[in-house]
């Protein structure tokens, strides 16, 4: 069972950057789903970006695309999420998420939904001022 451990979080001004990062326990370069999502108090999670390993195609919400980028490094099995020009409506609890393996390997919207996932993080707190 995979772990994942959340890191990079915290507070920013607006117009600022993060770099989420998101440890996995074992080797997830290959045949893996992996995902950020973002929760609002009292809100449902929401997927913003996810990527498959083996191919590397990744798909970012529309929501922030354009300053959201999702990555990987396969060396240390570690995910990450570069956040640009972060906003006060970014502020949430960011969380990381991974399946596999799976088969598939092109990311589409539908790899942002939550129920493709079974292994989750703890979560990391991001909050934006203005």
């Known amino acids: 069972q995979v772990q994942l451990v959340e890191s990079g979080g915290g507070s920013v001004r607006a117009g600022g950057s993060l770099r989420l990062s998101c440890a996995a326990s074992?080797?997830?370069?290959?045949?893996?789903?992996m995902g950020w999502f973002r929760q609002y108090p009292g809100k449902e999670r929401e997927g913003i970006a996810a990527i498959y390993t083996t191919a590397g195609s990744s798909f970012v919400a529309d929501s922030v695309r354009g300053r959201f980028t999702i990555s990987q490094d396969n060396s240390n099995n570690t995910l990450y999420l570069q956040m640009n020009n972060l906003q006060p409506d970014d502020t949430a609890m960011y969380y990381c998420?991974?399946?596999?393996?799976?088969?598939?390997?092109?990311?589409?919207?539908?790899?942002?939904?939550?129920?493709?996932?079974?292994?989750w993080g703890q979560g990391t707190q991001v909050t934006v001022t203005s």
């Open positions: 998420a991974a399946d596999g393996p799976v088969r598939a390997t092109i990311a589409t919207m539908t790899s942002l939904l939550e129920d493709n996932y079974n292994y």
């Open positions: 074992e080797y997830t370069g290959s045949d893996y789903l």
